[in-house]
């Protein structure tokens, strides 16, 4: 079945130096990918998305290209700040006759002063 | 506001005590759908619903019941709670396609001890 794998947490960063959160999916078809972010105490809010092959969805400096060949979808920022730390989730959608979001097990991240 | 609101925010309760989780869009949106996030798993889906009426299973649904008699209210049941319950529980809603993002309420706590 469909499933998203993310690398294990927690990532410790200090601010401005640069992140990647590695996600790989497994799934039929052609899924649409996303990454959610959520803040402590919050509900989980969208960060970006793709939603074909080659795309690459971007907010707020951060960036994941969607590769078809590698089943991949990686976060990437080039500077981070103390207010990124959250909880990082990669999920997948896609038409399974309803649709289905299948989420990875998400990525602490820790930006230090 | 667009949002999702969930209630309550945080939920002690004893085994046996049928309880309600409530959980109200003003976004218009058919898609509504129950998640619980465990401690490295992500998020699971309990129960899900295309439209007013129609409601379906997730991944998670032993011990939940849910219902859908508006298109804005999408209420949790636990008619007999368990200690395995005991998680953090989202709500969360969208429009009908696998390419729209979900919208997230904050999230309720529950113990079940």
């Known amino acids: 079945g469909d499933s998203v794998t993310q690398m294990e947490g927690p990532v410790t960063l200090s601010e401005e130096a640069f992140l990647t959160i590695n996600c790989t999916y497994t799934a039929t078809g052609y899924p649409s990918l996303f990454w959610y972010v959520q803040y402590p105490g919050e509900g989980l809010q969208l960060l970006l998305k793709a939603t074909k092959a080659d795309d690459k969805g971007s907010n707020k400096g951060f960036e994941a290209t969607y590769r078809k060949e590698t089943t991949s979808f990686h976060l990437e920022k080039g500077s981070v700040q103390v207010s990124d730390s959250a909880v990082y989730f990669c999920?997948?959608?896609?038409?399974?006759?309803?649709?289905?979001?299948?989420f990875g097990a998400g990525t602490r991240l820790f930006v230090k002063a | 506001e667009a949002q999702v609101t969930q209630n309550p925010r945080y939920l002690i309760t004893v085994t046996g005590k049928k309880l309600t989780v409530t959980c109200s869009q003003n976004?218009?949106?058919?898609?509504m759908s129950w998640y619980r996030q465990d401690p490295g798993l992500g998020l699971r889906q309990i129960y899900y619903?295309?439209?007013?009426?129609?409601?379906d299973k997730g991944d998670v649904p032993e011990g939940y019941k849910v219902s859908r008699k508006e298109k804005r209210n999408f209420p949790l049941i636990l008619e007999s709670p368990s200690p395995n319950q005991t998680s953090l529980y989202f709500c969360?809603?969208?429009?009908?396609?696998?390419?729209?993002?979900?919208?997230f309420g904050n999230g309720t706590r529950l113990t079940v001890t």
């Open positions: 619903s295309m439209n007013v009426e129609v409601t």
């Open positions: 999920a997948l959608s896609r038409n399974t006759g309803g649709f289905k979001t299948i």
């Open positions: 969360a809603s969208s429009l009908v396609g696998f390419n729209s993002p979900l919208h």
């Open positions: 976004m218009n949106h058919e898609y």
